[in-house]
């Protein structure tokens, strides 16, 4: 059903897959100890251990014709963690936000959209030769739901949900 309807969107707006871009978001428990693994019963239920759950969200995107890939959002618990002390996190291959549950919020995806992600499409369609207008597929998470439409009108907002009925997505214009 999605590819029948993407099928009519994009030649109707005039879309190359060049300009179609799709974003998500993934939790990832990077210190998370394995179900399996070559320890002993004991040590783990000892006085003491607690396994470690430290996560973090990224924020990953990229065109249809897999030639441009957006600068990632790591979104941490911490501000400044041990491990990057010392380096300025504009160098760092990521955007580094920072929040208490290490979890994406309306306020950094909007931070991030506003200040990086429209500069980049803009400097890509740019680059490519192609007029400024994005098709951008997202899920139906809640922090995606903001509105940009009167923002940039060059930037159309295709959401995705699941239905209950079907294992399949259900896509629709917004």
Known sequence: MFPAQLNTIVPEGGYSPKQVFNIDK??????????RTYISHDEKTAPGFKASKDSLTLLLGGNAEGNYKLKPLLVYHSQNPRAVRGYIKSRLPVIWKSNRKAGMTHN??????????????????QKENLAFKILLLLNNAGVYKLDYKALWPSIKFLFFYPTPDCCCSQWTRV
């Open 26 to 35: 993934m939790g990832l428990y990077w210190k998370k100890m394995l179900m």
């Open 108 to 125: 950094i995806f909007h931070g991030w959209f506003v200040d990086h992600a429209v500069s980049e499409f803009k400097a890509y369609c």
